[in-house]
Nanobody, 123 residues
Framework: QVQLVESGGGLVQAGGSLKLSCAGS???????MGWFRQAPGKEREFVAA????????YYADSVKGRFTISRSNARNTVYLQMNSLTPEDTAIYYC?????????????????WGQGTQVTVSS
């Protein structure tokens, strides 16, 4: 079992930056991690994923070059650095985890989810 708690969301102006954190507890060893987001009226979508070692990352095209996913296994925490934010990035951001190896944007493969943190980007 893995428990996940996101933090770091808030209100930011377009062009600004935010850094989200996802603190894990429980059996976090050997987990691959992902960030997803859900905008109002839309389905949840993949944002980024990272392997257990941090050596492999995977991004949605919409955030590539602007967002960076990283992790500290010593702190059981995954981060999402978000730069050059636009109003289209407004959403609830969720982190997710499971014990697989290959990274994937598929929501269904992740077994554990946090409650989400709201990110609002004003124009």
């Amino acid at each position: 079992q893995v428990q996940l708690v996101e933090s770091g969301g808030g209100l930011v102006q377009a062009g600004g930056s935010l850094k989200l954190s996802c603190a894990g507890s429980g059996r976090t060893f050997s987990t691959r991690m992902g960030w997803f987001r859900q905008a109002p009226g839309k389905e949840r979508e993949f944002v980024a994923a990272i392997s257990w070692t941090g050596g492999t990352t995977y991004y949605a095209d919409s955030v590539k070059g602007r967002f960076t996913i990283s992790r500290s296994n010593a702190r059981n925490t995954v981060y999402l650095q978000m730069n050059s934010l636009t109003p289209e990035d407004t959403a609830i951001y969720y982190c997710a985890a499971d014990y697989g190896i290959a990274l994937s944007p598929r929501e269904r493969i992740y077994d554990y989810w946090g409650q989400g943190t709201q990110v609002t980007v004003s124009s």
